[in-house]
């Protein structure tokens, strides 16, 4: 099915463990973007990529990783996960920039111990 | 600095009566505003937009409304369904990233 998908859905991981999440979409946008949402904060962008191999730090990029060799994959890791890094965490494609809607994923829930 | 702010964080309204979700913002470069609606588990998914040239836009039951010089704007749902019930952000662009509000919880009471 046409989309945008996340995996895992969720996660449970150590502090210092190295995680890597997964968004895949099938539109070809070039857009995609991954935020992170906590409380009192609504969503925050980490990073984002306007095309493959193109990519730039968001709000919040500290600790995160992100690589795009594909136009529909754009994986986002984790380094050396700390508990700050606890957070549900969404991946979002557009076609275009100047104000085009973007499109969720389901969301991976990440929880560092 | 928030940017982008939602000072309600809920809102409880009866089923029937318009809900009036309101978004305050500091930027005046930002040239689009969009409105989300997130229910639990699921990722958020795009209800309706206006651009800064526009101080109105109506989609069925959900009208957006912006005032630009008081950098404020507002979804007014109209009537509200138990349906609606959900975690509502408002989001601004520029250059085409969004910055998200802290989000309004809507309960709508049948």
């Known amino acids: 099915d046409a989309g945008i998908t996340q995996s895992p859905r969720y996660k449970i991981t150590e502090t210092g463990r190295q995680v890597t999440l997964m968004c895949h979409q099938t539109?070809?946008?070039?857009?995609m973007f991954w935020y992170r949402q906590d409380l009192g904060h609504g969503l925050r962008l980490i990073y984002y990529?306007?095309?493959?191999?193109?990519?730039d730090k968001g709000e919040v990029p500290d600790g995160y990783v992100v690589s795009r060799s594909k136009t529909e994959n754009f994986p986002l890791t984790l380094e050396s996960a700390t508990r700050s890094q606890t957070s549900v965490y969404f991946c979002?494609?557009?076609?275009?920039?100047?104000?085009?809607?973007?499109?969720f994923g389901p969301g991976t829930r990440l929880t560092v111990l | 600095d928030q940017q982008v702010k939602q000072n309600s964080p809920s809102l409880s309204v009866q089923e029937g009566r318009i809900s009036i979700l309101n978004c305050d913002y500091t930027?005046?470069?930002?040239?689009?505003f969009l409105w989300y609606k997130k229910y639990p588990a699921e990722g958020p998914t795009f209800l309706i937009s206006?651009?800064?040239?526009?101080d109105k836009n109506e989609d069925g039951r959900f009208t957006v409304f912006l005032n630009k010089s008081a950098k404020h704007l507002s979804l007014h749902i109209v009537p509200s369904q138990p349906g609606d019930s959900a975690v509502y952000f408002c989001a601004a662009s520029n250059t085409g990233k969004l910055i998200f509000g802290q989000g309004t919880t809507l309960q709508v009471k049948p």
């Open positions: 979002a494609s557009t076609p275009g920039t100047g104000g085009d809607t973007q499109y």
């Open positions: 539109w070809s946008h070039s857009y």
């Open positions: 206006i651009s800064s040239i526009k």
């Open positions: 990529s306007a095309a493959a191999d193109i990519t």
């Open positions: 930027n005046s470069m930002f040239d689009y």
